[in-house]
Every structure is written in C-alpha cells, then in structure tokens.
C-alpha cells in the first residue's frame, strides 16, 4: 500500500506477528523522514499497543518448542538463506539506510555487507554449538554440557547501526534456538523490516521472527516487563537502559544492555601524527559522530598538542558535509531535530564553560543542506576533564581535546570518566601500547586505530556504565548469552 505524503508516494509497511502482516495498530501509524531532507517521509510503519506487543509475544512462545527442537544446522541454513537475499538486495538495502539514518552512501553499504557477514558467521555457527566433554571421577560415567535456548527474546535497538546491532542480536538468537521479537529504533523502521523480510522469504517457520514497530514507552516496554520474556538484549541509550537495569534486578531473567560511550584516543609524542589525525577524524566525524565507538575525546601530550591540532583543523575543514547519496560526501546530517538540538546545546556548554571552539559548532543552512539537519564538525581545545562536554555523551560530530603533560596523565585522564566502551592510543613505542592496554578501561582497546570499526567475529561489550551484563555480543561469545548450560552425569 502507498500512501502521498507531501511530494512523495510512501510505502505503508506492516509489521510481522505470527509471519501475517499487522497494517496498522489502534494508535494508527508513524512517519519515517530522511533526516537529509525531512520532506520525503521514507515510509510508514504502524504505531502499536501493547495488546499488539503480547501477541507477538505469545506467537514467540507458542513457535519456541518446535523452532527449538530442530537441530542448530538446520536452523543455522535459514542463517545463510536469508544472507544471500540481503546479498542480492544489498544497494537497495544501502540506500534505504542512508535516506532513513542519514550516514553516507559508502558507511552504509560497509554496514549491510557487515550485516550478511553477521548472517553467515551464525549460520555457519549452528555446526559448532556444543559443550564439553569432561572426564568422571567414575570410569563409567560419562560428564558433558549441552547448550539449550532460553526461549523468547526480547531484542530492542538504536537507529544508529539499524541493520549492524539487529543483525548481530537476531542471528545468534536464532541459531541458539530461541524465537525473537524484534524492535527496532522509530527513526529506522524499514532497514529492520527488511532483514525480517528476508527472513521469511527464506522460509523461517511463522512467529520464529516478530517484528513490532512503536513508541519506547509503550512497544519497548511491554517487550520488558512481559512474564512470558526470557531474556532481553537492548542496545541504547544508558538512560534507556538504567530503566530496564532496574527491572532486570527485579526480575530474573537473562539481560543485556549495551549502552553509551564516551570514548578517548590518546596520541603521544612519539605517534605518527598523520596518520593520528587521520584516524582520529574518521572516528569522531565518520557517521556524523553517531557511533557508540565515535571519538569523543582526544587527549593529547603537551609537546605535540599544537601541532597535532594545525593538522587535524586543516583536515577536517575539507570534510564536505551534505546528503549522504550524493558523490564525495564525506559527512552526513544527524539523525533528527532533537539530536540536532541537543549537540548544539552541548556547544553552548562547552563555549560556556570556558573551552575554545577551533573549528564548526553551527547548524549548516546553505541551499544544499536547508532540508535536512547538517552540522559543521566542531572541534574544541582547551577542554578540562571535569567540564561536561568531556565528561556527558553528546553523540554528535563534537570532539574535545584535552592537554596532558604525560602518558600517566593521559592514562588517567582518559580512565575519569563513568564510560568504559572503545579507546585507542597512538604511539610507535610497543611498551607504551601493551602498557595503555593494560592500564585504560574499556572494553575494547585498539593501538594506532581509530576507536570506532569493529570485526563481528570477536567479542564487543563495554566497561562500567557502558555495558551491563557480564555477558558480551558478537564472536562466538554470543552463543553464551542466547543459551544456557546443562551439565549431564551418564552412566552407563
Ligand atoms: P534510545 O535509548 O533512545 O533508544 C534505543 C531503543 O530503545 C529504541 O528502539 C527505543 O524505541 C527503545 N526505548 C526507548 N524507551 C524505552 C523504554 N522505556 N523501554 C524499552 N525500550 C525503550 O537510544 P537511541 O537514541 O536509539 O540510540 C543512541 C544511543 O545508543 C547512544 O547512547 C549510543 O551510545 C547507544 N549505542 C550503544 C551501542 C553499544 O553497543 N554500546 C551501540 C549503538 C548505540
């Protein structure tokens, strides 16, 4: 069905209860705006109740027993089916994520291929889900763990990574056994959809799959507080995730909440600085600095501080910010008005509390970037640790650089923080990186590469309020959290 809304025909899409197509809840529809240019509304996606959310939930546990029964091979092989569809969909799929997200044409088409990777390496996966084997203290016993499914997942993401993080939750999910409703962030409903779609299209079993569309409060929160959940896998915001922190405590099932970042690159005096500079604007400006991994934070040794910030300016005065479907754009808009308002908020703190602007911190209004919500990539020096602007998330093309006299300092600079997710350090000495390694605390630690990109098949989780759960996403790790362990004694 299509719909004319202002200059363009719009696709209404349904979401997925039970594999029948649920056009429109009682609280009728929402519309999906590409945040460069907010007048085409990519589709329309319905706005569901509760009641609607119980029933995908019960479609979930009422498809669990068989789903679970089939052998992880078997289920591993609707893994793969539905990769090769995305496969052959994969510009389409591209464009889709970048009218409705924003990011260039190229991060996009480097996230789909990461999402079929994602598909496959599961898929794959089910021929490797096993225990142990172990030997008995009695000769004629056999002892070995197997791994059963928990059940029904609850899986609730972000709109930044809207095709990556669904992927890399749904996949394991699956071939561990368990059935899935999946939600997905309002700014980017139909990337979501899409992988539900090629889901079904490769013959998964109806309500396997559940795709459910809606508000946070509403949607999101059924999906957590609903008895018939057994495990929750969130990634969001920490304030988001607080909410379902407190729930979790409460209750006992299996939860994990991968939340936000404030990430530091620190670059020594002995870095490539470059290559440093390089690195680092890619991550902090890279998908408008719109990643959980984005650079935040440089901080940066005395010595070179200056001429490091010469090189950076100049290299990020030639970022070309505009739609990310047209040629050579390097940087697209954020995701929508309130994110837009909310960093700059954050450029009023920073000028308020003292640090200085070397660059950006303004809304683009050209002709070329009237329509949509650009922002120059700003950059602020001076910055103290303790000043909100190094310390609060801001989510946006914003990096603050902080001065240190030394590495010790860097180390604890970059440690002062209540985040914990990705941090990198440039340096050509090998004991100052191995030493960084073991000092700073994060969950991911990268040497002379940027804080962001992350490889699917080793574990990504976070530290301290970044995370909660003791259990990470992606690698095989992910196979821990999607199942639990039965020991068994066989004698025989
Ligand atoms: P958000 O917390 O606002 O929303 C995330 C999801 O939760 C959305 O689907 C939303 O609809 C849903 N939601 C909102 N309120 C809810 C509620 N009360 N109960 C249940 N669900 C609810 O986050 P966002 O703005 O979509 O994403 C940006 C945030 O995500 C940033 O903080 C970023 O750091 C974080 N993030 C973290 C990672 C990671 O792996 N650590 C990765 C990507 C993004």
């Known amino acids: 069905m299509s719909v004319c809304v202002g200059r363009f025909m719009s696709s209404v899409y349904p979401c997925i209860i039970n594999g029948e197509r649920v056009q429109a809840g009682v609280y009728g529809v929402f519309e999906d705006r590409n945040p460069a240019d907010v007048d085409e509304v990519v589709a329309v996606f319905p706005l569901l109740s509760r009641e609607d959310v119980k029933k995908a939930i019960d479609s979930a546990e009422e498809a669990f027993e068989k789903w679970a029964a089939l052998s992880p091979v078997q289920r591993g092989k609707y893994l793969v089916k539905a990769a090769q569809i995305m496969e052959s969909q994969a510009e389409e799929l591209a464009r889709i994520l970048t009218r409705e997200e924003g990011k260039t044409l190229n991060e996009s088409r480097a996230e789909v291929a990461r ?20 030997p008995s203290a009695d000769a004629r016993t056999h002892l070995f763990t197997l791994r059963e499914p928990l059940g029904v997942v609850s899986i609730i993401t972000p709109w930044n990574f809207p095709i990556a993080i669904p992927s890399w939750k749904i996949a394991p999910a699956l071939v561990c056994g368990n059935t899935v409703v999946f939600k997905p962030a309002s700014y980017t409903p139909l990337i979501g959809y899409k992988i539900v779609e090629a889901l079904n299209a490769a013959g998964i079993p109806p309500g396997v799959v559940n795709f459910v569309t809606g508000s946070g409060g509403e949607v999101g929160a059924e999906l957590i507080i609903n008895d018939k959940v057994d495990a929750i896998s969130f990634t969001g915001s920490a304030e988001v995730g607080e909410e379902i922190k407190q729930y979790a405590c409460r209750s006992n099932i299996r939860v994990q909440l991968e939340l936000g970042g404030k990430n530091p690159s620190v670059v020594l005096e002995d870095a490539d600085l470059d290559k440093a500079v390089e690195m680092v604007t890619r991550a902090a400006f890279g998908l408008t600095g719109q990643a959980c991994t984005a650079t935040s934070r440089a901080i940066v040794v005395d010595k070179i501080a200056k001429q490091f910030e010469e090189k950076l300016v100049e290299r990020v005065k030639r970022i070309r910010v505009g739609n990310g479907l ?17 960093i700059l908020s954050y450029v009023d703190i920073g000028v308020k509390e003292g640090a200085k602007l070397l660059i950006g911190g303004k809304r683009l209004t050209s002709q070329e970037h009237s329509k949509g919500f650009f922002l120059e990539p700003t950059i602020f020096t001076d910055v103290t640790p303790d000043m909100k602007i190094a310390q609060e998330e801001i989510f946006g093309p914003v990096l603050s650089i902080i001065h240190v006299h030394d590495f010790d300092e860097a180390v604890e600079v970059a440690n002062k923080i209540e985040y914990g997710l990705s941090a990198s350090v440039f340096t050509t000495s090998l004991p100052r990186a ?19 990109g992350l490889e699917f098949q080793v574990p990504f989780g976070g530290y301290k309020r970044s995370s909660y759960g003791d259990i990470k996403e992606q690698g095989e790790t992910a196979l821990d959290f999607y ?4 020991t068994v004694y066989l004698g025989y």
């Open 115 to 134: 999402a079929i990777d994602i598909f496959k390496f599961y898929g794959v996966m089910g021929s490797r889900i096993r225990g142990e084997f172990t």
């Open 326 to 342: 047209a040629d050579g754009v390097e940087m697209g808009p954020v995701v929508g008005e309130k994110e837009m308002k909310k």
């Open 483 to 486: 199942s639990k362990l039965k």
């Open 434 to 452: 191995f030493e960084f390694i073991q000092r700073v605390q994060a969950g991911v630690v990268k040497v002379n590469k940027p804080t962001t």
